[in-house]
């Protein structure tokens, strides 16, 4: 079966872009502006030389994939993965089933979500949490309120019970056996000398160890590789 693409060569459009097969912005068109929201059932592609800027969400049933910057004054989701030559940026969340990839940086006000990995060649920055399944790589400064190593709770807690018994924490692992993320760091902030112990421990990984940062001091700020390697 033939898949129903839509070949988008105007350089504004005024309300939502909505298809329910393959958008694609051709090449060599510059700034390309959607007043709206767009919608695809299918990819979105965004060729070399062109550049997207949405006012509102951007919603792929399958990849998001670009040359150049990404911009959305709302949300971006992606039924598969996300891809950016360029910046990717979101006036609210970014939403991902698969891997989401940026040349640039990546900027968002609410939470970062893949169900992959996350990887930046510039910062990564977001205004709430940040939730990857497999690795996390920035090249500069990356500032969350929280990472978390998985969009799935159970799964997160009984990797970090795992880890934590297995390193011989198992204090800690007692402790995050049951509560919600504020209450946890409530009870992990009244142990005392809780950040030496824990990162004195040499077989984190440094991703572990970036996130038990987070946690530990309820976010990070600009935080740069030179601070990580410390």
């Not at 390309?32 to 990819?43: F, H, Q, R, T």
């Not at 950040?195 to 935080?223: A, D, F, M």
């Amino acid at each position: 079966m033939t898949e129903k693409v839509k070949v988008i060569t105007k350089k504004l459009i005024k309300g939502d872009l909505e298809f329910d097969g393959k958008i694609v912005f051709e090449r060599e068109l510059g700034l390309v502006e959607v007043k709206g929201n767009i919608k695809a059932g299918g990819d979105i592609e965004v060729r070399y030389g062109t550049e997207l800027h949405c006012s509102g969400g951007i919603v792929s049933g399958g990849r998001i994939w670009s040359d150049e910057n990404i911009r959305a004054g709302g949300y971006i989701s992606s039924g598969r993965y996300i891809w950016s030559g360029g910046d990717i940026i979101s006036g609210r969340f970014v939403d991902s089933n698969g891997n989401i990839w940026s040349g640039g940086s990546i900027k968002v006000n609410e939470n970062i979500i893949s169900a992959g990995s996350i990887r930046s060649n510039g910062d990564i920055n977001s205004g709430a949490y940040i939730y990857f399944s497999f690795f996390l790589k920035f090249r500069d400064c990356i500032t969350c309120k929280l990472l978390r190593i998985s969009p799935k709770t159970v799964f997160e807690r009984d990797y970090w019970i795992e880890r934590l018994n297995l390193f011989g924490f198992e204090d800690i692992a007692e402790i995050i056996k049951e509560g919600c993320t504020s209450k946890i760091r409530t009870k992990l902030s009244k142990i005392k000398g809780i950040e030496k112990r824990l990162l004195e421990c040499p077989h984190w990984t440094q991703t572990e160890r970036l996130v038990i940062l987070s946690w530990l001091k309820g976010g990070l700020e600009n935080y740069s590789l030179e601070e990580r390697k410390k």
